[in-house]
C-alpha cells in the first residue's frame, strides 16, 4: 500500500464524512509523525480519532478511538459514516 493510496483514502473518508455532516479535522501534515498527530488529536480534545493506515486499509478498515476510550477498534470502511455518527451521539 504505497502513501499516494493512503493518502487518497483518507481523503475519500474525509469527504465521505463531511457530505454526512460530520465534521471533520484531517492532519495531513507530512513533517509530523503519526504519535505527533495523535498527541495533537488528544490535546485539542478531539471526541474521535480515526487513523488511516496501510495495515489498516489493507484489512479494508479504520482505526477509531474516542477520547475516553482505553482501546482502538477497527471499523470496515463502508461503515465508518455511521459508526462515528452513532458514537457522536
Known amino acids: 500500500m504505497t ?4 493518502a487518497a483514502a483518507a ?3 474525509y469527504r465521505e464524512l463531511w ?3 460530520i465534521e471533520t479535522l484531517f492532519d495531513d ?3 509530523q509523525a503519526a504519535g505527533v498527530k495523535l498527541n495533537d488529536a488528544d490535546l485539542m ?4 480519532r480515526l487513523v488511516v ?12 478511538k474516542g477520547r475516553t476510550q482505553d482501546e482502538a477498534t477497527m471499523v470496515p ?6 459508526t462515528v ?4 451521539q
Open 3 to 6: 502513501d499516494e493510496a493512503v
Open 11 to 13: 481523503d475519500s473518508l
Open 19 to 21: 457530505d454526512n455532516g
Open 29 to 31: 501534515r507530512p513533517d
Open 45 to 48: 480534545g478531539l471526541p474521535l
Open 53 to 64: 493506515s496501510p495495515r489498516n486499509l489493507r484489512n479494508n478498515a479504520v482505526e477509531m
Open 77 to 82: 470502511l463502508e461503515d465508518v459514516a455511521a
Open 85 to 88: 455518527m452513532q458514537a457522536l
